[in-house]
């Protein structure tokens, strides 16, 4: 180990005694040198209209060119000279760029990577061209680094055919890395497609065919030269591919580089997983649940410090009302289904954050993290930019012309400027370039709050320009430790972004530690690209992977910064290189440089470490004999009720379990969806299930079955079988939303219908409870939603049983305010106040948490003061003594916070509903708060189809951007209105406190991150205190929402006290993908399992390990 000191001069850039409590600072370029500027020119012959990606800049590269411990940078230009500048230190660069010979083609330059081609300890620079297209001819180039010449100077050779890479092709950017593990650099050349070039279809039948110019390819190096092999490698080289964002990553940590693309449109992107047979196999939507919808700048590190890499892929979703609102949105809903059927992955057109969750899937979180919106956005990095120990976010920012916004398209699609647009522009026609906003904007920078969320910090830090950013990049410029940025811009300087966390002009100066690294390869790698390193400090662990292409278009230099904040020492730093040898470094001095050598590393490195040997659950393969798959049934409810929030169709199956055939075993009951029977399995000696047939189940099989309750109604010795069904398919007095009440003959047969009162209802949820202590089961049914009317509260029944099965209406008699409470979702009977009597407890959407107190038979409804700001979006309830002091406390689901909408108390999200155009039909118009004013929710598209009226209100979209809702309608018809709010949309533990007192705190963040439907609660790791299983997901809301679905399932450990962990999901061994709607316990043989029913999915069962 060699170790190097660093230069630790101040940069006296300004005033020597200015002073600051920025982070960052822009460095002049009168200072800097750095005249470098992206300068586009618009023609009649080349503009955005004949080249789409004409507004997507260029990049930039850093990399110690001369050997001087300095680091350099080269830019790239679209249409004129690239430029290499030589750090001189002290922030000071010199224009290079002739004497160097690196000045490029002079066509449409687009990514640059720097790397080490032949290994001879000299940096080389690979520019990727645009060619074969219009009037470029140009071939992608490598320049060669000769060596420095007496002045420090470097010299380079074009030599790109020498190895085999003077590719042509429509190239965004290219990565080195080893992706054989055989120690050589190969490299994958990322390209993008044309609109020209066929690119609508069916995935089947265009994804795999080869497109010479607009493909991606994996160039395998053999002895120096560099071959061909995407086609038997397993990569996608097809014009649906519209290339913008790669890099390179163990996603899996099984040593071997794994591989993600970024698309832009309708293409999937693509994750392909290394098979350590110089193959790989795409897995985007076994992994990812969604991704963005217009991918641009990407990259994987680890953010959350458990060692496995998460990845940050940019959109274009605007931060700012104004823009969102007059800017493209996500598609129609048809639209969205119609590609879907095409075999399209679900994709939203805003910022992912996938994090990694160990097991090879991952969560979406951006929208709980707080970085889905950061505008037209182009590259990302991870990197410590405070060196606090965690990794922040760099996004760069601002499109020349904005190309998506609504007004100008509109004024585009005339059918005159269409078909002008169709041939040749002339100069005065230019005009039409000329009428496209122009906005520039800030860059983004997230500081990470350590807990999986970010706070952007642009201004507080010093990022408060606009700009046009395209291509960025990260590097200790000037040697004091920590990490200055570099953007590539349209039509000015380059920003050099000094990091100032070293220098004594801010105010609140810290001194953190630091680690920087750097690596001496094997022969054929010099830089140890691939080199992963764990370093451990505190008992936490960071992690991070020695590859330069990352971002957008450009690459970082081959070394690393580890910040340690206020740490003096680290426990250890195991150095992991590509054939997996390592080595393991202690006693390692801080706030220094250290050169790792590969001729010190041995053995192999044992990535099983990072993986749960045993897991708390298992899931069983086999069936079990209950081949049982939910199919639901094809039904948009947009169609009918456009501005609908969500739909309400989706809510079974409903799952049922006891011994419903007498024989001491447990029995299941699994719900239909519309058109489906529902089944019985019954349970075997054999400690398996046969289905049992069911005429009447047969001949209900129209019902939409959502809840069922098995419970001896009758008091016959024998479990009958209640079920409620929902839909929302049938209104007024559909026989289809009357719950039915089946009879067993003893034997398990279903033989006739009970004794129930004309009830009607699209219900949600079954709570049984003998309520009235008259020694039967009574029955509280919940409304889910007025049929066609969502908006209107429903009507929810209390049954009395008069203990022969025979029920009775008795809402209004017994509990008036339950009639019309209102959009139930779930209910359970509990002694919230020990007064031997069961209350109901509800909840609902647009309610609080509402306890119906028992008092001798009759439900009231009782204020309770620390629940009046519990309004949300509930699903779902549990009860149990969970801190152990005697009294039922409570778990309830909610939405969860991954989530475009939020709500607190002073900023609620409501709901509008009333007939807004007098049409005859219910309107719903949900609006949420932006810097404390109200805005409708939905775009001016769909309000506008759903209310024409309002389209002659707001002509054009910009004039709808700046409406309040207040703006929309007269405040009459507001005011008449029924209104409904939502104030917290957090999961939470409620904790009851006694005397009708309650205390209520959210659940552990990885709860948050999806919808809670459905709360099972019991000892699952044998500590004798009570713990949750929860499961999740919701995909029917609206389109602009998207998909809830960062949920696998979560396990949350309880302490005895009221205080859950979560336990990984690699260690809990459950990955559900799904809507999960129920988890039950049942007992099969002597064997205790859980089973988990999700929404158009096959059932599982569970088990714990012994």
């Not at 001729?599 to 069983?620: A, Q």
């Not at 199919?631 to 169609?639: A, I, L, P």
């Not at 409903?654 to 699994?670: F, H």
């Not at 306890?851 to 009759?858: M, S, T």
């Amino acid at each position: 180990m060699k170790l190097l000191s660093l230069l630790l001069g101040a940069s006296a850039i300004f005033s020597c005694n200015s002073k600051t409590d920025k982070r960052f600072r822009i460095v002049s370029s009168d200072y800097t040198g750095i005249t470098f500027q992206n300068q586009l020119k618009e023609t009649a012959d080349f503009n955005i209209f004949n080249y789409m990606y004409f507004y997507n800049g260029a990049g930039v590269a850093v990399g110690d060119l001369n050997g001087d411990d300095l680091i350099d940078i080269y830019f790239t230009s679209n249409q004129g000279s690239n430029k290499l500048y030589l750090n001189r230190g002290k922030l000071k660069f010199i224009d290079i760029t002739e004497s160097a010979k690196v000045e490029g083609s002079g066509g449409w330059a687009t990514g640059v990577t720097m790397v080490d081609i032949n290994n001879d300890g000299l940096m080389d620079i690979y520019v990727c061209n645009v060619g074969g297209y219009l009037n470029f001819k140009e071939r992608n180039q490598l320049f060669v680094n000769q060596g420095n010449d007496k002045s420090g100077v470097p010299h380079f050779q074009e030599m790109a055919s020498e190895y085999g890479l003077d590719l042509m092709g429509f190239s965004t950017q290219a990565s080195f890395f080893d992706y054989d593990n055989d120690g050589d650099l190969d490299m994958f050349l990322l390209n993008h497609s044309l609109h020209q070039n066929g690119t609508y279809g069916k995935v089947s039948s265009l994804r795999p065919k080869i497109h010479p110019t607009a493909g991606d390819k994996l160039m395998r190096n053999e002895n120096g030269k560099y071959v061909d092999v995407t086609t038997e490698s397993g990569i996608y080289s097809s014009a649906l591919g519209y290339g913008l964002g790669i890099v390179a990553s163990d996603v899996n940590l099984d040593g071997w580089l794994d591989i993600y693309v970024g698309n832009d449109f309708h293409e999937n992107d693509y994750l392909y997983i290394n098979q350590k047979d110089g193959t790989f196999k795409e897995s985007i939507e076994v992994s990812m649940n969604h991704t963005s919808r217009y991918t641009m700048g990407v990259d994987f590190a680890d953010f959350n410090n458990d060692a496995y890499p998460d990845l940050i892929a940019m959109d274009m979703l605007p931060d700012n009302y104004q823009r969102l609102k007059s800017s493209m949105a996500e598609d129609p809903y048809d639209t969205y289904l119609f590609k879907a059927e095409f075999g399209y992955n679900e994709q939203y057109a805003r910022n992912s954050l996938q994090l990694n969750n160990q097991d090879g899937t991952f969560s979406e979180i951006a929208l709980f993290a707080g970085v889905a919106a950061t505008d037209w956005s182009w590259s990302t990095f991870f990197a410590d930019f405070d060196l606090d120990g965690d990794k922040d976010i760099f996004v760069s920012n601002g499109i020349f012309r904005r190309s998506n916004d609504l007004d100008y398209i509109s004024f585009i699609s005339n059918d005159t400027i269409q078909k002008t647009l169709g041939n040749k522009l002339n100069e005065r026609q230019l005009r039409f370039l000329e009428k496209m906003p122009q906005v520039k904007v800030k860059n983004f920078v997230f500081e990470n709050n350590n807990d999986s969320t970010f706070t952007n910090k642009a201004d507080e830090w010093g990022m408060d320009e606009p700009s046009y950013s395209n291509g960025a990049t990260y590097a200790d410029l000037d040697n004091d430790g920590d990490l200055d940025i570099v953007t590539n811009n349209i039509d000015e300087f380059a920003f050099v972004y000094e990091n100032l966390t070293f220098e004594d002009k801010m105010e609140k100066r810290i001194s953190p530690s630091f680690l920087q690294l750097q690596f001496l390869g094997a022969p054929k790698n010099r830089n140890g690209i691939g080199v992963k390193v764990f370093l451990y400090a505190d008992n936490k662990i960071q992690m991070q992977e020695n590859i330069p292409t990352r971002g957008f278009q450009s690459s970082v230099d081959p070394s690393l910064i580890f910040g340690l904040g206020i740490k003096t020492k680290i426990d250890s730093l195991i150095v992991v290189w590509p054939d997996e040898s390592f080595q393991k470094l202690i006693n390692v001095g801080l706030s220094r440089k250290i050169v790792i050598d590969k001729k010190e590393s041995k053995g192999r490195f044992d990535y099983n470490r990072f993986r749960s040997t045993k897991t708390l659950f298992e899931t069983m393969t086999d069936d079990l004999g209950c081949k049982y798959q939910h199919r639901e049934n094809s039904y948009v409810e947009f169609d009918r009720e456009l501005l609908m929030p969500f739909m309400v169709s989706e809510e079974g199956p409903g799952v049922a379990i006891g011994d419903i055939n007498s024989d001491g075993l447990d029995d299941l009951y699994l719900g239909g969806a519309k058109w489906q029977t529902s089944q019985i399995f019954i349970q075997t000696k054999n400690n398996n299930f046969r289905l049992m047939e069911q005429p009447l189940l047969v001949m209900d099989s129209t019902y939409e079955d959502v809840d069922a309750k098995l419970s001896d109604f009758d008091n016959d010795k024998d479990l009958d079988l209640f079920i409620v069904s929902g839909g929302n398919e049938f209104a007024g007095k559909s026989k289809y939303m009357m719950p039915r009440l089946y009879l067993n003959d003893g034997n398990g047969l279903f033989t006739k219908y009970g004794s129930l009162p004309e009830i009607y209802l699209t219900g949600a949820c079954i709570s049984i409870n003998d309520f009235d202590k008259d020694g039967d089961s009574d029955l509280f049914l919940g409304a889910r939603a007025t049929p066609w009317r969502y908006g209107i509260p429903p009507d929810s029944y209390l049954l009395l049983n008069d203990g022969h099965g025979n029920f009775s209406d008795a809402t209004l008699t017994l509990a008036t305010e339950l009639k019309q409470f209102g959009f139930i979702k779930s209910a359970i009977w509990a002694d919230m106040n020990q007064d031997g009597w069961n209350d109901l407890v509800v909840a609902a959407e647009w309610k609080p948490l509402s306890i119906f107190y028992n008092q001798k038979g009759k439900l009231v409804l009782q204020s309770i003061k620390q629940l009046e700001n519990s309004i949300g979006w509930w699903n779902s309830l549990a009860a149990a003594d969970f801190d152990k002091d005697g009294d039922i406390d409570l778990v309830a689901g909610n939405l969860g916070l991954n989530s475009k909408l939020k709500a607190d108390s002073e900023h609620p999200i409501r709901m509008y509903v009333s007939d807004f155009d007098k049409n005859g039909s219910i309107e719903q118009i949900l609006t949420h708060e932006v810097n404390g004013i109200e805005y409708p929710f939905n775009t001016r598209d769909e309000l506008t189809k759903q209310i024409p009226s309002l389209k002659k209100k707001y002509l054009s979209y910009q004039k709808f951007a700046n409406a309040e809702f207040k703006d929309l309608f007269s405040q009459q018809l507001i005011g008449n209105s029924l209104i409904y709010k939502a104030t917290t949309l957090e999961s939470v533990y409620v904790e009851n406190l006694g005397q009708n007192r309650f205390d209520i705190r959210p659940l552990p963040k990885q709860a948050q991150f999806s919808t809670v439907n459905t709360i099972l609660v019991d000892d699952f790791n044998n500590d004798h205190q009570l713990d949750l299983l929860l499961g999740g997901n919701f995909f029917r809301s609206n389109i602009q929402m998207g998909r809830y679905d960062a949920s696998y399932g979560n396990v949350l450990l309880g302490n005895g006290k009221g205080s859950f962990v979560s336990l990984p999901n690699s260690k809990a061994g459950i990955s559900w993908r799904g809507p999960v709607r129920k988890i039950a316990p049942i007992q099969i043989g002597k064997t205790r399992y859980d089973v988990v029913v999700t929404n158009n999915d096959s059932i599982k069962f569970i088990k714990l390990r012994q």
